[in-house]
Structures are given as structure tokens and as C-alpha cells.
């Protein structure tokens, strides 16, 4: 089979190498699944940069989701699954033609759109987790959800509006903040050219958030955590700051100091809380907990609740231009590549 292979760190178009790999056999919990498409995230593109601790050593594939077809099972399954189209998580490997994946890492999904099937996985689930899961959101809350426009952020726009709060979006474009409005925010803020948290203050009044998704941190973390009410939560699952630079640990160094000093004593004074996600993490240690967030954003996508947004799918080949595509942050929604 073939694979795409993450032989460097450094720029995009010099990164990758597609190889030949031996074909994977399932393992007796697992099936394979032979893959129509898989997913970019901007996980990915830290992972490309070095700056992304969980990813393997290079050389190596990543990829977190696939859309396919399931053509083995292990000897512990049914072989009924054999023929399914399913939409499948894969913890790395997906950038292949093929994929194994545990029995809760797909759900099927019929002859639903590749692209939109593509969004599911990472990014919905993602938002239906921080969203749904570890936090309560009540009609009429205000929420503040960082690049609005991505895959997770238009996710979390969508799915904040069904449960009636109100959502105030940050991108750092006119076309972005457009469609932003258009998933359904409330006031939109393009950070390049206003301090957003001078506006948002303006914005609340005397009110406060009841919650904030934030994926970038370094000296965002503090403003969002001043933003904050009683009650409210800082829900942290991303790094997106630190993409780019190029001093390495002085670097790191700079973006933990942005990040200031917490003291536990003082979020209970203030009752405010910071909630970190990996999802990587729930995968390995809370697998029933991701297969359901899976089948539950699942059914909505195919009940029509959830309407997600595809920039562009990209043949297997042009792996390098739709990393340059989603690092340039001028994409809104998902990009996937196909075989």
C-alpha cells in the first residue's frame, strides 16, 4: 500500500514523501479500512513544524481520521462490518491507503459526503466534547470561541448555537468574519486589528463569559482568563501560538511566560475553572467516551442539525500545498486529501 511519509521537519513542500509500506493486518480487536479520503487538522501541521510532542519520530505518518471502506476485521469481530462505509479515527497512520482502527473507532455513515464525513471525526467531535461533554452550556450564555472560522471553531459556532447562547468569534480576516456571522455568530472580531479583548469588554459591559474555547494560549490565555465570570471555564486544547516561531526552547520559554502563573487557590477564590483537552488522551484512556461523542455528532450531521464546511480536498499528491493551505490560516472549515 501506499503511505505519506513525514521524512522532515521544515516547510511544507519539502516534508513529505509518498512510499510504498506493507499492507497492515488488523488485530483481533480491530478492522482495516480502505481509505477513500483522510483529514487535515492543524495538529498536523505542529507535528510538520516539530512543535507537537505526541507525534511519532520521523520518519512517520500521520493523520487522525479516514473515510472509507472496512474490507478485513480481526478474529474478534463480525464479519459483517466487511463492506461498511465508515468514518474512523486513527491515532497517526491515517495519511495511507489503509488504516486499522479498534471496533469504537468508527462509526458507519452510509453515502454521506466524503468532505463532510471528513469533518466529523477530529474537528466535531473536538467541539461536541468541549462543548457538550466537560462543559453545560444553558440558553442565553456568552461564549467566546477563537478562530471561528477552522474546522473545530465553526464547529463550536454551530453546536453553541443550538443550545441558544450567545457567540462571540475572533479571525483575523473580513471574508472569515462573513462567514463566521453566517455559521451563526453573534459579534464577530478580527483580532489583526483590534485588541479583542478591549472589544469584547466593551462588547459584555458589566457582563462576563461563561466560557471560553481557546486553541492558540501563550498571552491569549490571560486576557480570556480576565474575561471570565464567576462560574466561568477557560477550556485550553491547543498551542497555535507557538506555531511559526523559530528559537526553539527560547521560544517555548516566551509562550509559557505569556502564559503567566496560576495559583490553584486563586481559581477557587475567583470560582473560575481552566479545563485542558487532548484528545489524544481521551482516545487512549477514554475510548467508550469518544465513540460516543462520534455516534452522537454523527446522528446530527445526518439529521442535518450540524452543517459542516469543506474549503477543499486535495489529491494525495498536492499533500504539501494543502499543509501550506491550512498553515496560512486563509482556509475556513476542513481540508482533506483524497486517494
Known sequence: ?????????????????????????????????????????????????????????????????????????????????????????????????????PELGFVEIGDLDVGTALCIATQYVTAYYMAYEITNLFEGDKVLIHAG?????????????????????????????????????????????ENYAETLQKALGADRLDVTFNPIAGETFKKDFALLGSGGRLVLFGGAALSGTRWGIFSTLNFVRKMGLVIPIGTMMRSKSIVGVNMLKIGDNRPKTLNRCLKMVTEMVLAGQLKPHVEKIFPAEEIGKAHELLESRNSKGKIGIHW
Open 1 to 101: 500500500m501506499k503511505a505519506i511519509y513525514l521524512i522532515k521537519n521544515g516547510a511544507a513542500n519539502q516534508a513529505f514523501e509518498i512510499r510504498e509500506t506493507p499492507l497492515l493486518t488488523p488485530g483481533d480487536h480491530e478492522v482495516r479500512i480502505k481509505v477513500e479520503a483522510f483529514g487535515l487538522n492543524y495538529a498536523d501541521v505542529m507535528a510538520r513544524n516539530g512543535r507537537y510532542r505526541e507525534a511519532p519520530p520521523i520518519p512517520s505518518v500521520l493523520g487522525y481520521e479516514v473515510v472509507g471502506i472496512i474490507d478485513a476485521v480481526g478474529k474478534e469481530l463480525s464479519s459483517d462490518y466487511i463492506g461498511k462505509r465508515v468514518v474512523a479515527f486513527t491515532r497517526f497512520g491515517g495519511y495511507a491507503e489503509y488504516v486499522v482502527t
Open 149 to 193: 472560522a477552522g474546522g473545530v471553531g465553526t464547529a463550536l459556532i454551530q453546536l453553541c448555537k443550538l443550545k441558544g447562547c450567545t457567540v462571540y468569534a475572533t479571525a483575523g480576516s473580513e471574508d472569515k468574519l462573513t462567514y463566521m456571522r453566517e455559521q451563526g455568530a453573534d459579534v464577530v472580531i478580527d483580532y489583526r486589528k
